[in-house]
Nanobody
Framework: VQLQASGGGLVQAGGSLRLRCAAS????????MGWFRQAPGKEREFVVA????????YDTDSMKGRFTISRDNAKNTVLLQMSSLKPEDTAVYYC????????????WGQGTLVTVSS
């Protein structure tokens, strides 16, 4: 079972990035998929999730307007489109999987670094 995150990089404030998470070794449609992030010196925090059926949950309203999650169950991928990025969005972004009806995010990717310059 593997989650492979990609798409991070350096972007100027106000810019956009799209992160991609490719899943393998699991029945993708049986899992909720989520994105988390960990900024330097801070704890990892929840960003957004998409249930197996595509219902989305955001951590805060501020992210809801700037971050969009989508998933393609046929391709076993989940995307995180980020726009209007701010320096405080700088973090390592992780994708994670949670079996439907479970409360625990049990599968984690390796993370991809997003750096937003001011």
């Amino acid at each position: 079972v593997q989650l492979q995150a990609s798409g991070g990089g350096l972007v100027q404030a106000g810019g956009s990035l799209r992160l991609r998470c490719a899943a393998s070794g699991l029945t993708f449609s049986s899992y909720d998929m989520g994105w988390f992030r960990q900024a330097p010196g801070k704890e990892r925090e929840f960003v957004v999730a998409a249930s197996w059926s595509g219902v989305t949950t955001y951590d805060t309203d501020s992210m809801k307007g700037r971050f969009t999650i989508s998933r393609d169950n046929a391709k076993n991928t989940v995307l995180l489109q980020m726009s209007s990025l701010k320096p405080e969005d700088t973090a390592v972004y992780y994708c994670a999987a949670r079996r439907v009806s479970s409360s625990r995010w049990s599968i984690w990717g390796q993370g991809t670094l997003v750096t937003v310059s001011s």
